[in-house]
């Protein structure tokens, strides 16, 4: 009874923060008959024997005021119900990825082998997207942080893939679209080109809003959670697609320009054998302005594959015409004045349309013009 009351009362002295110099080290009479001291001059125990009816757990938890940094966090298990919610939207996004790449309709074909000038049924990769999205919508509330960010990261997957795919036939309809302007161009049936230019810029325009809605909604690493898609094929596709929606965006204003250079030259022909000069000297000079004007355009476009040919036509056929509107308008000018054409003009003009394209020698203007 003596020992517990003199620790009892030790006890209480040091709670109240006394700074008064503490008694001598008192000795309390054990049931023995022996002694011990029950109390240092700092406080502390003589020893680090755990006193009876206290473990050395304890004592270890009341003397540790600060957690261990050094403990690891507790991982939390996947929800399994949401694994398999997970595992079934991978699969829809793969059933996606492969009727993307099946577009192009060629053995072991990929994303970037789907190009403008690919055929696209777009909803045949959006139909399994929206799939993919209802089971990421169907999570379970117990799903883990780790699942959700999985699930937020194949959502942008999903984004990639639905919106590339409504880019990539927007770009199909602008390609359409272009080969039918060349096709009235060189037909010299140009009436209907401008309202196709007006389908080609909003073909454009669609294929603009859908990359961009897929730049914003996703990113590389968001490939992290679908091994069907590595972040350097999500760049690249990313980069095609910008590089054919930057080209369609340069074509309406120079297509126009060919259009009016292709109808000068047909008025300028037609004029310079009816001897109008005057006219065909100013139909000439628009010749050369309109078609220098889609030359230069051209020659500057960073030409994605699937309009490379076409481009490269119309560069070469360009040349070619305003060549011979130079020679031609020459030969205008001095029957403006009252003078003979220059013959050798018209014979250098006629040499620029031999050496011409087939495309520019089957134009009407062209036959006018090596009668001439």
Do not use: W
């Amino acid at each position: 009874m003596r020992r517990r009351t003199i620790l009892a009362t030790a006890g209480v002295f040091l709670s109240a923060g006394c700074s008064e110099i503490l008694p001598e080290p008192q000795q309390t009479e054990t049931d023995d008959g022996t002694t011990e001291a029950s109390e240092t001059t700092d406080g502390t125990p003589p020893s680090e024997t755990a006193p009876p009816g206290e473990t050395p757990t304890e004592r270890e938890t009341e003397r540790t005021d600060e957690p261990d940094e050094t403990a690891q966090p507790r991982t939390e298990p996947p929800h399994p119900r949401t694994a398999r919610h997970l595992d079934d939207a991978r699969s829809n996004l793969g059933d996606a990825l492969d009727q993307y790449a099946a577009a192009a309709e060629a053995d072991d074909a990929t994303l970037l082998d789907v190009t403008a000038e690919t055929a696209i049924t777009f909803t045949r990769i959006t139909n399994p997207v929206s799939a993919a999205r209802q089971e990421l919508t169907d999570l379970p509330r117990e799903a883990t942080d780790a699942q959700r960010a999985t699930a937020t990261q194949l959502r942008a997957v999903g984004a990639f893939l639905a919106s590339g795919a409504r880019c990539q036939s927007a770009l199909k309809d602008a390609d359409d679209e272009l080969d039918y302007i060349t096709g009235r161009l060189y037909a010299e049936r140009t009436g209907a080109i401008p309202s196709a230019i007006v389908d080609l810029r909003s073909f454009h325009s669609t294929a603009r809003d859908h990359l961009d809605t897929l730049e914003a909604e996703s990113d590389p690493e968001d490939t992290d959670a679908f091994d069907r898609l590595d972040s350097d094929t999500y760049t690249a596709k990313v980069e095609q697609l910008r590089r054919e929606v930057t080209a369609f965006g340069s074509l309406p204003d120079t297509l126009s320009e060919f259009r009016t250079g292709f109808d000068a030259i047909a008025r300028a022909a037609d004029a310079y054998v009816d001897d109008s000069y005057t006219t065909a000297r100013d139909e000439f000079g628009t010749v050369i302005d309109s078609l220098g004007t889609g030359e230069d355009t051209l020659r500057s476009l960073d030409s994605p594959a699937a309009i490379a040919d076409t481009v490269e036509n119309l560069v070469a056929d360009a040349a070619s015409l305003s060549a011979t509107a130079e020679e031609f308008r020459t030969a205008a000018a001095d029957g403006a004045r009252g003078v003979r054409p220059s013959r050798d003009a018209v014979e250098a003009g006629q040499e620029h349309l031999r050496d011409a394209s087939e495309r520019v020698r089957d134009l009407n203007a062209t036959n006018v013009l090596l009668r001439a």
